[in-house]
């Protein structure tokens, strides 16, 4: 049987469990016939409708949580694209025989997301099992023994609960902290006497601990040069942070005395091996001379720079390309490349979170980013860095940093 044979909404309808289609904004799509069953609900009271006003907590319950349990979930799920398994939950059900009167029912949910062609979260799967009685069954027949049982259920999934909430809220203060050292090592501004630069810094949405990414604009010695450099550091919060700060600083001084871009890695990946968790960063430098108009370049492992040229031509700088810093055991020269421009070229340094996404080859993010240039070809470095954000990033935003250097030669 072929794809176009298949009647998938005939399938989704005869499921044997309950299964609901929500938006990113918690609004029923769809639900399936024994959904509708189960919660004894019609697709009328359901589909179009938002999740919490459709099944909002028991208000004779002060201590229900359910509600904010799911939403969680569900929150968590459409911030990351990635499926969320729920502990045990206890969410009362109004029931529809008798307004007013709650039923009491335990849920095992689990959550997932659809994405679409771009790689963002399109729709929310929503699947869940009903395990009131089996709950109660496994307390056998006497007499207090399924209430008993129920309660020390619930209790655990509480305790549970609360237990990712402090988890939740300890990595929220990690990262607050993690994301405040980044950016106070982060140049503020270019450090360069060339003004057409836009540099821009977007942390990852939905993610518990900011990442490692970076960027640098130095004076280069020996007339009138500049250095333009960006990297990625394998890892999250304080500790990405801190190894992303050094290597950093390690690359912006060998730049000011290294020949070349090339040697100017190395010296950094030499760095690199005594430092702990400096295994698998990437990095990209660029030494532009302003003067002869050329760019040398070379890259660790790290997605090629993009020159825009006047006439629309985009340019990806990858004939340089080596391994990631420490990647080998003993250091070898890393390559260099160069190539020229004419005057008003665009040279663009980013970092993965720009361009790539699950489930889907870098060719297409690249070739998005060459679209977006060229589109914005005119504009000026400030409004060529939001244009490209905004044509690049999720709507919701990231599940990787970004990191965006834009410069105008």
Avoid at 179 to 203: D, F, G, W
Wanted: net charge negative; charged share 25%; hydrophobic share 40%.
């Amino acid at each position: 049987m072929n794809d176009t044979a298949m009647d998938y909404a005939a399938v989704f309808q005869a499921l044997p469990g309950m299964v609901a289609v929500l938006t990113p904004e918690l609004i029923y799509a769809d639900v399936n016939e024994e959904f509708l069953h189960m919660t004894g609900r019609s697709r009328e009271d359901l589909v179009g409708r938002y999740l919490f006003e459709a099944f909002p907590d028991n208000p004779n319950d002060p201590t229900a949580t359910g509600m904010r349990n799911l939403a969680a979930s569900l929150q968590r799920v459409a911030a990351t694209g990635e499926r969320d398994v729920m502990a045990l939950q206890r969410y009362d059900v109004e029931s529809t025989e008798r307004p007013g009167h709650w039923e009491e029912r335990y849920w095992s949910p689990v959550n997932a997301p659809v994405l679409g062609p771009d790689g963002t979260v399109q729709l929310l799967v929503h699947r869940v099992e009903d395990v009131t009685e089996l709950i109660r069954a496994r307390g056998g027949p006497s007499g207090g023994r399924p209430r008993v049982l129920e309660a020390e259920l619930y209790t655990r999934a509480r305790e549970l609960q609360e237990l990712n909430d402090r988890l939740r809220q300890a990595h929220a203060r990690e990262r607050e902290v993690a994301l405040a050292l980044q950016e106070s090592m982060l140049p503020a501004r270019p450090q360069v006497r060339h003004r057409a630069v836009a540099v821009r810094y977007r942390p990852a949405v939905g993610a518990l601990n900011v990442c490692g990414d970076w960027y640098d604009l130095v004076d280069l010695v020996g007339g009138h040069r500049i250095g333009v450099s960006v990297g990625d550091v394998v890892g999250h919060g304080l500790p990405a942070a801190g190894v992303m700060g050094q290597l950093r600083s390690a690359l912006s001084a060998a730049s000011r005395v290294a020949e070349g871009p090339a040697e100017a890695l190395d010296v950094l990946g030499r760095y690199a091996h005594v430092v702990e968790g400096a295994e698998s960063a990437t990095a990209v430098t660029t030494f532009v001379d302003l003067d002869r108009r050329t760019i040398a370049y070379s890259s660790a492992g790290h997605p090629p720079p993009a020159l825009l040229h006047p006439d629309g031509r985009v340019e990806f700088l990858d004939c340089a390309t080596d391994p990631p810093l420490d990647a080998r055991p003993e250091p070898l020269r890393r390559p260099q490349a160069q190539t020229s421009y004419s005057k008003g070229a665009t040279l663009v340094l980013y970092t993965d979170g720009l361009v790539e996404r699950r489930h889907e080859d870098i060719d297409s993010g690249l070739a998005r980013l060459a679209k977006s240039l060229v589109a914005h070809r005119q504009d000026d470095p400030e409004s060529l860095a939001d244009a490209v954000l905004l044509d690049l990033l999720p709507p919701g935003g990231a599940t990787d940093d970004t990191a965006l250097v834009v410069v105008r030669l």
